[in-house]
């Protein structure tokens, strides 16, 4: 497998060439500084451009396109990564050489239909598929609190602080409730101009020919602009932290809680953060698996995971509202022993191997491959080799320093009203 980047006007070209895949997938990256007034916005806006163009108005027209095209798939979606919220256009197509010469060049036509040319008229979208998507979008705003689950670790973030980790991404009713034909068409023409622009490109290809479709197809007219840090750091880390509790009609009890992370070192963010979270609760071997629910049976699931860009790590279980204080407390002399050393050679060791073997499956899949590149490239972390050697150089004082700097913020508790297992 052969990685090059190759620069634009408006951007990067990263060209991943392998043989491993019989199909050919394009990933386009828009990214730029959050605000929390965009998500809506965002979701509203690729949600539309996927489903109509101005040359294939229906989905009918445009699934019989798809169809032709041998149904290649196409897939738009939004994410926050600290500071930073990131559109991605997604195409993935069987490669030309089982089908037929040009496909890619016209897969490509496709590409750019979508995204520069956007079914509307007189600078506003059509008010039919609008009125649908908005119905949609209304739909799942209000669903989130049917999952009991994501609406603990939504609510939770909120009262961790007003940093964009307390913005969730599937947006909101007051801003949807502001949106128009005429204004989201407006945040389009300024979205096109405004984000910074990745384009991912993996598989069996011949490089000369993507470079030359990809500067003629899809010219973005953006500039390239100065990198803003992707990482979010906290001005202030609490001594103590602070619950809440909400009732609910749900049976059992989710529990959330926020841990604010304190100034890494490089070779921490790297490597140190995913082995402590690995020992901790992010996996079946894990301290909390194993002492929790394994041990004193305590909770139904209880895991942690830790998101280097917002320099916080989140425990999520499930309870009953009776265990709640026991969980509590079993969490924290938890994390106050590893700081005091409790972490084994041999328990290190093998966090290591699971570290190893999993970093081998990224190479599994066209997916998994192009995001591992994009998290390369987004918090600028080592390539493969150098991952693999420098991950084993992290040792038992490392885990015990870095424990020290993970601290409990928020405590959110969503009250069950018994110990039933939905």
Do not use: W
């Not at 290649?72 to 089982?98: A, D, E, Q």
């Not at 016209?106 to 979208?125: A, G, M, R, T, Y």
């Amino acid at each position: 497998m052969n990685y090059k980047c190759v620069d634009l006007k408006y951007g990067k070209l990263h060209l991943i060439q392998t043989k491993k895949f019989r199909s050919i997938n394009i990933k386009i990256l828009l990214k730029d500084k959050i605000k929390k007034e965009d998500i809506t916005k965002r979701n509203f806006l690729t949600d539309y451009l996927v489903l109509t163009t101005k040359k294939y108005k229906t989905r009918k027209e445009l699934a019989l396109k798809i169809q032709e095209l041998y149904s290649l798939y196409i897939s738009s979606y939004n994410t926050r990564i600290g500071n930073y919220l990131v559109t991605r256009f997604n195409m993935s197509l069987l490669n030309p050489k089982y089908t037929e010469d040009g496909m890619l060049s016209e897969s490509i036509d496709l590409l750019h239909e979508i995204i520069f040319n956007p079914n509307q008229k007189n600078n506003k979208f059509d008010s039919n598929l609008f009125k649908i998507i908005k119905k949609d979008i209304l739909t799942e705003i209000e669903t989130v609190k049917e999952n009991p689950r994501m609406y603990s670790n939504i609510k939770m973030l909120e009262n961790m602080g007003s940093d964009s980790y307390s913005y969730h991404g599937y947006g909101y009713k007051e801003d949807l409730e502001m949106i128009t034909e005429e204004n989201l068409y407006k945040y389009y023409k300024e979205f096109l101009t405004k984000s910074d622009v990745d384009i991912y490109v993996i598989g069996d290809f011949k490089e000369d020919e993507v470079i030359k479709l990809v500067k003629e197809k899809l010219d973005f007219k953006t500039l390239k602009k100065e990198k803003e840090n992707i990482y979010i750091t906290h001005k202030k880390i609490n001594k103590r932290s602070k619950t809440i509790v909400e009732n609910s009609n749900f049976n059992q009890s989710k529990l959330a809680i926020g841990c604010k992370i304190g100034e890494l070192s490089e070779f921490e963010r790297k490597y140190v953060i995913n082995l402590y979270n690995m020992i901790l609760g992010g996996g079946f071997n894990s301290k909390f698996m194993q002492e929790i629910r394994e041990k004193k049976s305590l909770a139904y699931y209880i895991n942690s995971a830790v998101n280097k860009a917002d320099n916080i790590l989140i425990i999520q279980s499930g309870i009953s509202y009776q265990n709640f204080d026991k969980v509590i407390s079993s969490i924290k002399k938890i994390m106050k022993n590893i700081s005091l050393g409790s972490v084994t050679e041999e328990e290190l060791e093998n966090v290591k191997v699971e570290y190893l073997s999993i970093l081998e499956e990224t190479y599994d899949s066209e997916e998994s491959i192009v995001e591992n590149y994009i998290a390369l490239n987004l918090l600028d972390l080592d390539n493969y080799e150098t991952r693999k050697k420098r991950v084993l150089e992290v040792s038992l004082d490392d885990i015990k320093n870095i424990s020290k700097k993970v601290s409990i913020d928020t405590v959110y508790l969503l009250k069950g009203d018994n110990n039933g297992k939905n």
